[in-house]
């Protein structure tokens, strides 16, 4: 288990030395070992520097030129903080060329000044594990940006690539990636088209890769770090020109036999107790926190999995392999959240109760019971805590303990249990099958009623603000809900457009009146469940039917990709699906690197649909869903845990 490092405080900020002005450093104490190649040969001649990162500037720590042998050896200054330090290459000569080439610049995170390896390599593999991982965070050739992400975003580079061989890392080759998914073939298939350009193995090798590199309305990149951050910030762009610079013979492989769908980077994690993930939160160090549980069907078969899953930011499982499962833990599904102490609030939608977890997996709330808010506790899904650390669930139907409960909220004033209130609206539509719950910018809380067909808004005191007419703006059977920093509501609508049964995305303004357009149906949709807004606020859909991530783009058409404009897709047609790593998602969610993380909620429909004679899902293997996938670099980042709409870290 990785230890955070003293530099961070407890808001998750570091101090690292280029924030640091004026601060005295040590002498060139340390010492750095390692070697510049192009595939297999050594670049010689080449400068390399290495930096610390830094949440304002890049300082700058040593440097040397790399010998005959690509060889380099810098003694380097301790930086002010401890922090992640790096190291570029720029320009030399591979092995066999006859001339420089200054379109060669490599990268290679390191991480901790006290954790690095003896000796790294700079190539093609470390660029691109260095450059996908930190897409967020690189300015140029510096790594800049909030300190939990730097953190977080180098531990990452090594999921990806050994830094010490410069060859692919063991968790993208292990067995649940490896030939099961099309990271490392993806990964290869980028450094072959590097390499292409780096040792000049045709005169306009590195020229055809920045012209595809080039979104529309971008300078051209000039060397192989830009040209790959480029492809890195646009996976759907160009891909089939990228994937025609892909040379006859490769020093990296196996690769794609066709081209991807885009060229997204993405990771599955399957342990910590994941199985059938249904909702994932992040907390204020970038740990995942997800529920497992089915969300299809209104049975739960007895042994279905229902503990809560912990893993680090990159992928460690935190958590014991069967999950946390105490606090009256008992089929969770789509309720959780974390509240501003790192505390976790899980609703129970079998057991039809609350539990309350600390930061390391610790129940608080009552063993084999949970919360049952004085017996109102119903079938629980969306949970959310609010500005003043209320704690607001949604009751979404009855359960086996309170047959009476459901179509209500709960609110747990200030985090307390004990003083729960409830929230009902009986002769009325107000609350329909209500399933999840968001916060705008005013603290009024946001519900779906997927039964209804419509959204509510409620004030602090249980006041109905808003009630929206069935049907407007084409929510359909609707899902997930998410705010963004204007106070616009997104609405994912399983069924889509007047139950079409082809998914859609309505927007609404902060008034509740239908936007223009609205409701989204492109980018492949076809049955969106979870959404989230990022720190740029674009808009991400996990589309359960379609098994799929797509981006829409947001209400700031400034933040869109050059041509399009709010509800248009900026995935590819039918979305990014991980390289063949999603399965049926209900959950997404961005951490402070820019990752997405979505949940592989249901694996094969048709074996879900099985059941045994009380009703109840027979078990099976091929029902539920397999981890959880993480996307790197993909979104801009947004602080967590998140209480209401989106803020940048």
Same mark, same amino acid.
């Given at each position: 288990?990785?230890?955070?490092?003293?530099?961070?405080?407890?808001?998750?900020?570091?101090?690292?030395?280029?924030?640091?002005?004026?601060?005295?450093?040590?002498?060139?104490?340390?010492?750095?070992?390692?070697?510049?190649?192009?595939?297999?040969?050594?670049?010689?001649?080449?400068?390399?520097?290495?930096?610390?990162?830094?949440?304002?500037?890049?300082?700058?720590?040593?440097?040397?030129?790399?010998?005959?042998?690509?060889?380099?050896?810098?003694?380097?200054?301790?930086?002010?903080?401890?922090?992640?330090?790096?190291?570029?290459?720029?320009?030399?000569?591979?092995?066999?060329?006859?001339?420089?080439?200054?379109?060669?610049?490599?990268?290679?995170?390191?991480?901790?000044?006290?954790?690095?390896?003896?000796?790294?390599?700079?190539?093609?593999?470390?660029?691109?594990?260095?450059?996908?991982?930190?897409?967020?965070?690189?300015?140029g050739s510096a790594i800049?940006?909030?300190?939990?992400?730097?953190?977080?975003?180098?531990?990452?580079?090594?999921?990806?690539?050994?830094?010490?061989?410069?060859?692919?890392?063991?968790?993208?080759?292990?067995?649940?990636?490896?030939?099961?998914?099309?990271?490392?073939?993806?990964?290869?298939?980028?450094?072959?088209?590097?390499?292409?350009?780096?040792?000049?193995?045709?005169?306009?090798?590195?020229?055809?890769?920045?012209?595809?590199?080039?979104?529309?309305?971008?300078?051209?990149?000039?060397?192989?770090?830009?040209?790959?951050?480029?492809?890195?910030?646009?996976?759907?762009?160009?891909?089939?020109?990228?994937?025609?610079?892909?040379?006859?013979?490769?020093?990296?492989?196996?690769?794609?036999?066709?081209?991807?769908?885009?060229?997204?980077?993405?990771?599955?994690?399957?342990?910590?107790?994941?199985?059938?993930?249904?909702?994932?939160?992040?907390?204020?160090?970038?740990?995942?926190?997800?529920?497992?549980?089915?969300?299809?069907?209104?049975?739960?078969?007895?042994?279905?999995?229902?503990?809560?899953?912990?893993?680090?930011?990159?992928?460690?499982?935190?958590?014991?392999?069967?999950?946390?499962? #105490?606090?009256?833990?008992? +089929?969770?599904?789509?309720? =959780? $959240?974390? &509240?501003?102490?790192? @505390? *976790? %609030? /899980?609703? !129970?939608?079998?057991?039809?109760?609350?539990?309350?977890?600390?930061?390391?997996?610790?129940?608080?709330?009552?063993?084999?019971?949970?919360?049952?808010?004085?017996?109102?506790?119903?079938?629980?899904?969306?949970?959310?805590?609010?500005?003043?650390?209320?704690?607001?669930?949604?009751?979404?139907?009855?359960?086996?303990?309170?047959?009476?409960?459901?179509?209500?909220?709960?609110?747990?004033?200030?985090?307390?249990?004990?003083?729960?209130?409830?929230?009902?609206?009986?002769?009325?539509?107000?609350?329909?099958?209500?399933?999840?719950?968001?916060?705008?910018?005013?603290?009024?809380?946001?519900?779906?009623?997927?039964?209804?067909?419509?959204?509510?808004?409620?004030?602090?005191?249980g006041n109905v603000v808003?009630?929206?007419?069935? #049907?407007?703006?084409?929510? +359909?059977?609707?899902?997930? =809900? $998410?705010? &963004?920093?204007?106070? @616009? *509501? %997104? /609405?994912? !609508?399983?069924?889509?457009?007047?139950?079409?049964?082809?998914?859609?995305?309505?927007?609404?303004?902060?008034?509740?009146?239908?936007a223009p357009g609205s409701?989204?149906?492109?980018?492949?949709?076809?049955?969106?469940?979870?959404?989230?807004?990022?720190?740029?606020?674009?808009?991400?859909?996990?589309?359960?039917?379609?098994?799929?991530?797509?981006?829409?783009?947001?209400?700031?058409?400034?933040?869109?990709?050059?041509?399009?404009?709010?509800?248009?897709?900026?995935?590819?047609?039918?979305?990014?699906?991980?390289?063949?790593?999603?399965?049926?998602?209900?959950?997404?969610?961005?951490?402070?690197?820019?990752?997405?993380?979505?949940?592989?909620?249901?694996?094969?429909?048709?074996?879900?649909?099985?059941?045994?004679?009380?009703?109840?899902?027979?078990?099976?293997?091929?029902?539920?869903?397999?981890?959880?996938?993480?996307?790197?670099?993909?979104?801009?980042?947004?602080?967590?845990?998140?209480?209401?709409?989106?803020?940048?870290?």
């Amino acid at each position: 288990m990785k230890i955070r490092p003293l530099y961070l405080n407890a808001a998750g900020i570091v101090l690292l030395a280029a924030a640091v002005a004026g601060c005295e450093t040590g002498g060139s104490d340390l010492t750095l070992k390692g070697r510049v190649i192009a595939g297999e040969e050594p670049v010689s001649g080449s400068s390399v520097t290495i930096y610390a990162a830094g949440t304002i500037i890049a300082e700058s720590l040593g440097g040397d030129t790399t010998d005959s042998e690509g060889n380099f050896s810098i003694k380097f200054r301790r930086p002010a903080e401890s922090g992640i330090i790096y190291a570029v290459a720029r320009g030399g000569t591979p092995r066999g060329n006859t001339s420089p080439n200054d379109a060669l610049v490599f990268l290679t995170v390191i991480g901790e000044v006290g954790g690095r390896p003896d000796s790294v390599t700079l190539n093609e593999l470390t660029t691109i594990a260095s450059v996908w991982t930190n897409a967020q965070l690189l300015k140029g050739s510096a790594i800049i940006g909030n300190g939990t992400g730097i953190y977080n975003a180098a531990g990452n580079v090594e999921n990806l690539v050994n830094i010490e061989t410069g060859r692919l890392g063991a968790v993208i080759e292990n067995e649940v990636n490896g030939s099961r998914t099309g990271a490392s073939a993806s990964v290869n298939a980028l450094g072959n088209i590097v390499h292409s350009c780096a040792v000049l193995s045709a005169a306009d090798s590195c020229e055809r890769l920045f012209t595809s590199a080039t979104p529309p309305g971008w300078d051209a990149p000039s060397n192989t770090l830009a040209a790959l951050h480029n492809i890195a910030l646009n996976p759907s762009v160009n891909v089939n020109e990228i994937f025609s610079l892909l040379p006859g013979s490769e020093p990296y492989f196996p690769v794609p036999d066709s081209p991807p769908r885009a060229w997204t980077i993405a990771l599955k994690y399957t342990d910590g107790g994941l199985d059938a993930p249904g909702a994932v939160a992040v907390d204020a160090d970038g740990n995942v926190w997800a529920t497992n549980g089915l969300m299809l069907g209104p049975e739960y078969c007895p042994g279905e999995s229902s503990g809560v899953t912990k893993l680090s930011p990159d992928g460690f499982p935190l958590s014991p392999p069967y999950g946390f499962t #105490g606090g009256g833990i008992d +089929g969770s599904v789509s309720g =959780i $959240a974390v &509240d501003q102490t790192g @505390n *976790v %609030w /899980i609703g !129970n939608s079998r057991g039809g109760s609350v539990s309350l977890l600390t930061p390391d997996g610790t129940p608080l709330s009552p063993e084999g019971t949970g919360f049952r808010a004085n017996g109102n506790t119903g079938r629980v899904e969306g949970t959310a805590v609010d500005y003043d650390g209320n704690v607001w669930l949604v009751n979404n139907a009855p359960s086996a303990e309170c047959p009476g409960c459901g179509n209500s909220l709960i609110l747990f004033p200030g985090g307390y249990p004990e003083n729960a209130v409830t929230f009902a609206y009986p002769g009325t539509d107000t609350l329909d099958g209500p399933f999840d719950i968001a916060l705008d910018l005013e603290g009024d809380l946001w519900v779906t009623n997927s039964a209804g067909n419509t959204v509510t808004s409620i004030d602090p005191l249980g006041n109905v603000v808003y009630q929206s007419l069935p #049907g407007l703006g084409g929510i +359909g059977e609707p899902r997930g =809900i $998410a705010i &963004d920093s204007i106070g @616009n *509501v %997104w /609405i994912a !609508n399983h069924s889509g457009i007047e139950g079409s049964g082809t998914g859609s995305v309505t927007l609404l303004d902060p008034y509740g009146e239908n936007a223009p357009g609205s409701a989204f149906a492109g980018g492949g949709l076809q049955g969106p469940w979870g959404i989230a807004v990022d720190g740029r606020d674009n808009v991400w859909v996990a589309d359960f039917n379609g098994g799929a991530l797509v981006n829409l783009c947001g209400a700031r058409d400034e933040n869109c990709p050059q041509g399009l404009s709010t509800g248009d897709a900026i995935s590819p047609p039918g979305g990014y699906d991980g390289g063949g790593a999603l399965q049926h998602i209900t959950s997404v969610a961005i951490d402070q690197a820019g990752n997405v993380w979505v949940a592989n909620n249901v694996n094969d429909l048709e074996a879900c649909a099985k059941t045994s004679e009380s009703g109840c899902r027979q078990a099976s293997t091929e029902c539920g869903g397999d981890g959880v996938v993480v996307f790197f670099g993909l979104a801009a980042p947004v602080e967590a845990p998140l209480i209401g709409p989106p803020r940048q870290p």
